[in-house]
């Protein structure tokens, strides 16, 4: 009998959590009939990257896709053999924060952000992302799916990055 067919989409939510983490992580799998099948939020920045990069084996990933090199965003696992580490990097997912805040939202950073106000983004900016990556409410959705890497290009691109600091 043949296996049925699963589609996997990633996202991002990009809003002030409970475990002080300023950006959260999804994984979902959905059957090809299009019904959501299983669901993985993840805590570590770390662990989402070795999952879309294939590094690590998942039920989310278990071709061990590289699915930063697939969308053309740089990413991946670096191996430290003098300190025995695998450390996961993505510029991208570090920006993040950006589109949100104006500068970095906790003590011990000090870096700009991009948004026009401090916790949020203005009313246009809000309204810019929720047009562009289709999503309602930036405290509450995910920005999943080709919408995710979509962003991820866009906070790497000098042009996106100046033209959404100065929406108003």
Known sequence: ???????????????TGVNSSVVSFVAMKYSDDGILRAKRYF???????????????SPFNPDK???FKLNNIVG??????T???EIGYCPALDSLWKIRFSDWPYVGRNE????????RPSLKQEEYLANRYHI???DFDYIVDTN???LMYDVTDTTWIENYKFIQ
């Not at 009998?1 to 809003?15: D, E, H, L, S």
């Not at 700009?112 to 916790?119: D, E, V």
């Open 83 to 85: 300190i025995r580490a």
């Open 65 to 67: 896709t590289d699915y």
């Open 112 to 119: 700009a952000g991009w948004s026009l106000n401090r916790i």
């Open 43 to 57: 805590t570590s920045k770390d662990e989402f990257i070795k999952v879309l990069s294939g590094y690590w084996p």
């Open 1 to 15: 009998m043949k296996q049925p067919a699963y589609r996997v989409v990633f996202g991002v939510r990009i809003a």
């Open 76 to 81: 991946g696992v670096f191996v430290n053999d």
């Open 148 to 150: 995710f890497w979509k």
């Open 136 to 138: 309602k409410q930036l």
